[in-house]
């Protein structure tokens, strides 16, 4: 118990968790002076609107924030103290911390979200139902979910960099608000409207466009979050090709 004592630190788990807000609002105000993304927010807004105007809607909005915002508690409270550092070490080490947190953690994510979520397990499947009401989701959908896939996918995360951590030591705070960000960025951009075939934004297009894919199907492919790279290793890649988004 002194020993858990010792490596625990709150401070900088707080200290994370600002830097994630903080970074969020610069970037998305940021973001909203440059047309394409403005226009984007305008379109997801009033998808959303739209949604929220339905009573079956946002209880089940606040139940995914709900079960997001519990696993967020874990690993701020208990997780992240024991795993993070204020120490910087070198921007080579922050590059390789994002990219092997990312990547482990999509890696799980993947098998978590075929195997469990769309394979047998009914309850699972029934849980991961309420998500894929959404057929042609917007921004703000990543939140519409069963309390329960919030938490795990949240804790998933935490456990990602907790596991790591035993084997690399402790993450800087710096790459942790950075992997945070761009984590929690790219399952918002999964979800989100975003038409345009203007270079070099086609790409962005392209990313939420293969989410959407896997929505259109509940049992088909795409089940990785921050990266298709699973998919494609793994033969569940879909493409306009196998399931054309004009089926939406």
Request: proline share 3%.
């Amino acid at each position: 118990m002194p020993a858990f004592f010792s490596e625990y630190d709150i401070y900088v788990s707080i200290g994370s968790l600002a830097g994630l807000v903080a970074i969020s609002l610069v970037v998305f105000y940021t973001m909203q002076l440059i047309p394409t993304f403005k226009e984007a927010n305008i379109a997801n807004q009033n998808a959303n609107k739209k949604m929220r105007a339905k009573s079956f809607y946002s209880p089940n909005v606040r139940n995914g924030m709900l079960g997001s915002g519990l696993g967020y508690l874990v690993n701020y409270l208990i997780i992240l103290p024991l795993t993070i550092t204020f120490e910087f070490s070198s921007v080579w080490n922050v590059l390789f911390s994002i990219f092997i947190i990312l990547m482990v953690y999509d890696f799980f994510y993947y098998l978590m979200h075929r195997f469990l979520f769309h394979g047998n397990n009914h309850f699972f499947k029934t849980v991961h139902a309420v998500h894929h009401q959404m057929k042609n989701p917007s921004r703000g959908d990543s939140s519409y979910l069963h309390w329960l896939e919030g938490t795990m996918g949240v804790l998933l995360f935490g456990f990602t960099v907790g596991g790591l951590s035993l084997i690399f030591g402790k993450f800087d705070i710096v790459s942790i608000v950075i992997t945070m960000w761009l984590y929690q960025e790219i399952n918002l951009h999964n979800h989100a409207i975003f038409e345009t075939d203007t270079f070099p934004f086609k790409t962005l297009h392209k990313i939420s466009a293969d989410h959407h894919r896997h929505h259109i199907n509940f049992n088909k492919g795409n089940y990785s979050s921050i990266t298709l790279l699973y998919d494609w290793m793994f033969g569940t890649y879909e493409t306009e090709e196998t399931t054309p988004l004009k089926q939406l």
